[in-house]
């Protein structure tokens, strides 16, 4: 269902109160990003759609079961429908602690399940081929090759990314770290690596040259103000185009290939987990299959008995 379809149905079934009051605790007592918001928003539109005016109290699992159907038929995948369904039960759990509702008919609702695809990562050599620096570079060079190195080094999220600051300390060259706020408000601090501290050093020697006045970002745009993501992503995409770079390049890509290969080099799980910032090791665990598939292509390629004749 479109965007705006779902936001009518909000506003115009008899349970929005209900459902303002939920988004309203997720956004002061959570703390949710705004693009988590919008996206319970959206799932919560959805079940009002489908509802109809049928009261959300009155809504049991079959019925519910029934949405979901008819979701997965217009071509919803299974992991979007997780997602959905996530946002439905965490409603339903609210209004049962602060609503009274007698139970939550989503507790034992399940998605259909959908083959989960693999995090798109870099090779090492693709990796360094990309951030060959280039000397004597222009203010935005440093700057873009700054923000590139630290999403390597760092593992760090495009928002974290942009959300960084010049003056308030969460960058530590002298003791090699960054400290940034992720999803949840969870707060993390990450080691930062000799070529992407160098690139920082060089960036921050050139940013007055393109920071405006009393500007506190530590990455800015052209009009020296705080970089836009859209900005970084662009940035990136050309650069890996300069660099000859074939394979899909985008900020997530960089944290994908940092994971990757601190796994392949350390093996140590709940290390990569901790500096990625997952509460839960599971999702970690999705870059054992990238390392996994590298040491299955050295096989292929290494082994007698593997190759085609």
């Known amino acids: 269902m479109a965007k705006r379809v779902a936001e009518r149905a909000t506003a115009t079934h008899p349970d929005e109160d209900l459902v303002q009051a939920y988004l309203g605790a997720l956004r002061h007592q959570r703390r949710l990003s705004a693009s988590t918001l919008a996206s319970y928003r959206h799932a919560l539109g959805l079940l009002c759609a489908l509802a109809q005016d049928a009261r959300l109290e009155t809504l049991d699992t079959a019925r519910l079961r029934r949405f979901v159907a008819l979701l997965h038929g217009q071509g919803l995948s299974g992991r979007t429908l997780a997602k959905i369904l996530s946002a439905w039960r965490g409603l339903y759990r609210w209004l049962v602690r602060h609503r009274r509702f007698r139970n939550n008919p989503v507790q034992g609702l399940r ?38 190195e630290l999403l390597y080094s760092s593992g760090l999220r495009l928002a974290e990314l942009v959300a960084l600051d010049s003056d308030d300390g969460r960058l530590d060259l002298r003791e090699c770290e960054v400290t940034v706020t992720g999803k949840g408000a969870k707060t993390r601090t990450v080691p930062v690596g000799a070529r992407a501290r160098e690139a920082l050093r060089h960036w921050l020697g050139a940013r007055a040259r393109l920071a405006a006045g009393q500007e506190r970002a530590l990455f800015v745009g052209a009009r020296g103000r705080r970089i836009a993501p859209r900005v970084v992503n662009a940035r990136l995409k050309a650069l890996a185009k300069r660099r000859g770079v074939r394979a899909p390049v985008h900020p997530h890509v960089l944290r994908h290939s940092f994971a990757s290969h601190v796994l392949q080099s350390s093996q140590d799980l709940r290390a990569v987990q901790e500096m990625l910032g997952h509460s839960s090791i599971s999702t970690t665990q999705v870059y054992t299959h990238l390392d996994f598939q590298a040491l299955a292509k050295v096989y292929d390629a290494a082994h007698p008995r593997a190759k085609r004749k």
């Open 111 to 148: 998605s259909p399940k959908s083959p989960r695809p693999l995090p798109k990562a870099l090779s090492v050599e693709e990796a360094q081929q990309l951030l060959a620096s280039e000397p004597d570079a222009a203010p935005e060079l440093l700057r873009d090759q700054a923000m590139f």
